[in-house]
């Protein structure tokens, strides 16, 4: 899920320069349009997982519902924009890595010696990301937008907390329902989410406030790591 960003308030819309003619043709359908087919689409894949959850033997799965319910909420009730980025690329790979947990299949129960640990993975990782959440409020969305800008709360210690929290959720929740199908949803996830989000730092790196912020916090996601 993406988080808020520097970009100049005054751009209407993000990278429209480098536009191929894909991205031209996906720029005349208008943000509010955009807005709501993602909302939509979020919404209908919370249900399906809903679903999975309530008619699983698993005892764990519904620890799956909570990062993904607190995301569906946020989606529902973000602040609109106009100033969003307009490039398909950004936006599959936005909807890959948003989609793929929601499409995690619970199994029954593979680890019984790793899921104590593993809940409280998951609670931690669903702290964090409430945690980042809370500091965005309705700042908040899935495609690369101008919905805000925020550098408190737990944004001074890593550039997307939001992020590395939704990272320990998934691993806790692979850990309590390990599979090959989870394992290529998640992988799959994570190769789009940080595709994502390089290419997204690439771009705000262009801002001057967003560079500083950068360098005033060095760490992605998990301080020392990346």
Do not use: C
Not at 32 to 41: A, F, G, M, N, P
Not at 175 to 195: D, E, F, K, R, T
């Amino acid at each position: 899920m993406i988080e808020a960003f520097m970009i100049p308030a005054s751009s209407p819309q993000l990278a429209l320069h480098d536009q191929g003619w894909a991205d031209k043709v996906f720029a005349r359908v208008p943000p509010r349009v955009l807005d709501r087919i993602e909302q939509v689409l979020i919404l209908a894949l919370w249900l399906v997982l809903l679903r999975r959850v309530l008619t699983s033997g698993n005892g764990y799965a519904p620890l799956a519902l909570i990062s993904e319910s607190v995301i569906v909420l946020f989606v529902l009730i973000r602040r609109p924009t106009q100033a969003i980025s307009m490039r398909l690329g950004d936006w599959l790979l936005a909807m890959v890595a948003t989609a793929a947990p929601l499409m995690v299949q619970p199994v029954a129960d593979g680890w019984p010696m790793v899921a104590p640990y593993a809940v409280g993975v998951v609670l931690a990782g669903n702290l964090v990301q409430a945690g980042a959440k809370l500091s965005l409020r309705r700042s908040f969305g899935i495609a690369p937008a101008n919905r805000g800008v925020k550098s408190d709360g737990l944004y001074r210690f890593v550039r997307h907390p939001m992020y590395a929290g939704y990272l320990f959720v998934h691993i806790g929740i692979f850990a309590l329902m390990p599979s090959a199908m989870n394992l290529v949803i998640y992988a799959l996830g994570w190769w789009a989410q940080i595709l994502r989000l390089l290419a997204e730092e690439a771009l705000l790196g262009r801002d001057e406030a967003y560079a500083a912020y950068m360098g005033k916090v060095r760490w992605r996601l998990v301080p020392g790591v990346f």
